[in-house]
């Protein structure tokens, strides 16, 4: 194997990612390119290179990178130039080199990052705008008190948790990063503007990005497998003659005919089962035709909750989630035996609770509330 990628330290990092670079090459693997993430080298013979990273950030319609004089300048004076990403633009000077370093003072070195810092400024600045749309894209909104929980979006914590946890660690990865930058390019600033050069070398083992950046990555990659292994287990079918879950079927209520398709949607009957971290579900729709020609359809979403007291919360997000209904508030609570709480927007929804089962019933051409007293005499067989 003559080429290996390794995860480098951070663009703030300056003195972290020289001392890198140069153990890497003291180990046989030489620089050639670095990425975003990742650094790519090539075998060479161990050797005790010096490497350094030059800040340079060009001004607004500038072109981006250094011109071809200052990397002349550079290579005179005995530095290699290995490449650019970003503001970083490094350096490699052999051993027994007798290459200059960059600064006789760090004080000018330091005038180098101000430019950094200001764009590290801009980021705070953007971060609460951030934050904002990331709730807004799964549930909280602005109101009064603020932040309002939006329940509309609720369920989907429910039905989709590993895609609800990725977004929430991507956010707190952006949190740390944001943080752990600042106080680097900030460190290293003041450091220098007292005149202390750069720790070309520093000491440590730099266990807080380790724990704290590869930690939030393997959270956030452990939520994509496990979001991934639940959407392709996820299987539709054609609805059984016999309920084989917590659901309904129209010949419960009474209603019999042949099931036929949504004459504006050439939608079948069928069932979707799914299974999160957090429950187990069901989505259900069935259409029947009478012998009159009459079509009634009903649709249900089902839940079997593994978290104890989390079916009160679900409840009322399937209201706030509803077709036909304004909002939650224009649900009527009803008293049903055998469920622990039940509510009707007049025949055409209704959302019923009872222990770890939740569920919201839509139906066309029947009574939504006769659907919910069914329910009650089948959920305590399941």
Request: glycine share 8%; proline share 6%.
């Amino acid at each position: 194997m003559n080429r290996i990628y390794r995860f480098h330290p951070g663009e703030y990092e300056l003195g972290a990612n020289e001392k890198f670079y140069g153990d890497m090459e003291a180990r046989g693997w030489r620089l050639v390119r670095r990425g975003r993430y990742l650094s790519r080298f090539v075998r060479c013979a161990p050797s005790e290179a010096r490497y350094r990273v030059e800040v340079y950030m060009p001004e607004f319609l500038e072109e981006p990178g250094m011109g071809e004089a200052q990397l002349a300048v550079f290579e005179d004076c005995g530095w290699e130039y290995i490449g650019s990403r970003g503001f970083l633009h490094i350096f490699r000077a052999p051993e027994g080199s007798s290459a200059p370093e960059f600064y006789a003072d760090p004080r000018q070195q330091a005038a180098t990052l101000q430019k950094v810092r200001r764009d590290l400024l801009w980021g705070w600045l953007g971060f609460p705008v951030t934050f904002l749309l990331f709730f807004a894209s799964f549930g909280v909104g602005v109101g009064k008190p603020f932040p309002q929980w939006n329940w509309a979006q609720a369920r989907r914590l429910v039905e989709i948790p590993g895609y609800v946890g990725f977004l929430t660690l991507l956010l707190l990865f952006f949190l740390y990063r944001l943080v752990w930058d600042t106080w680097q390019v900030n460190r290293t600033y003041l450091r220098l503007k007292r005149g202390l050069p750069l720790e070309h070398a520093p000491k440590g083992r730099r266990l807080i990005p380790k724990i704290a950046g590869r930690g939030l990555a393997c959270l956030m990659a452990v939520c994509v497998v496990t979001t991934a292994v639940q959407l392709l287990a996820v299987r539709t079918t054609a609805l059984p003659l016999t309920p084989d879950g917590p659901y309904l079927l129209l010949s419960d209520l009474g209603l019999e005919g042949e099931r036929s398709e949504l004459w504006y949607g050439k939608r079948e009957s069928c069932v979707t089962r799914s299974a999160s971290l957090l429950a187990d579900c069901w989505d259900v729709f069935e259409i029947v035709e009478d012998p009159a020609g009459q079509q009634f359809w009903m649709y249900q979403d089902v839940y079997r909750l593994r978290v104890p007291g989390l079916a009160g919360a679900l409840a009322r997000s399937l209201r706030e989630t509803s077709v036909f209904a304004p909002s939650g508030a224009d649900y009527a609570a009803v008293s049903i035996p055998g469920l622990d709480a039940a509510w009707v927007y007049g025949d055409l929804e209704a959302v019923a609770v009872k222990g770890d089962m939740a569920a919201h019933v839509e139906c066309l051409g029947l009574d939504a509330q006769t659907a919910l007293e069914a329910l009650a005499e089948r959920w305590p067989s399941e």
